[in-house]
């Protein structure tokens, strides 16, 4: 099981900056993709950042040049460092992620004799 947790929103004045952070809990997984949606009242929910594990990123095109995701691999932990808000930023911001489970077999014992 994996859980996804959000942080870092609240209210800004225009031109302001925020920074968001999603933390993957859990045990037994790894992380394919991680990325950032948001959905705006009466709006349909829409992809604003994504990163892969080894740090392939893509951004809405409203947001280039504004907002900068970012991951740290030993945290299980992205970010979106948003600058420049406008108005029309606002919305509900959500962590999305990809992942794989991994799994462990029992082990058989090897021994060599001399």
């Known amino acids: 099981q994996v859980q996804l947790l959000e942080s870092g929103g609240g209210l800004v004045q225009a031109g302001g900056s925020l920074r968001l952070s999603c933390a993957a809990s859990?045990?037994?997984?790894?992380?394919?993709?991680m990325a950032w949606y948001r959905q705006a009242p009466g709006k349909q929910r829409e992809l604003v950042a994504g990163?892969?594990?080894?740090?392939?990123?893509n951004y809405a095109g409203s947001v280039k040049g504004r907002f900068t995701i970012s991951r740290d691999n030993a945290r299980n932990t992205i970010y979106l460092q948003m600058n420049s808000l406008k108005p029309e930023d606002t919305a509900v911001y959500y962590c999305?992620?990809?992942?794989?489970?991994?799994?462990w077999g029992q082990g058989t014992q090897v021994t060599v004799s001399s």
């Open positions: 999305f992620a990809q992942v794989a489970l991994v799994y």
């Open positions: 859990g045990s037994m997984f790894s992380i394919n993709y």
């Open positions: 990163i892969t594990s080894h740090g392939t990123t």
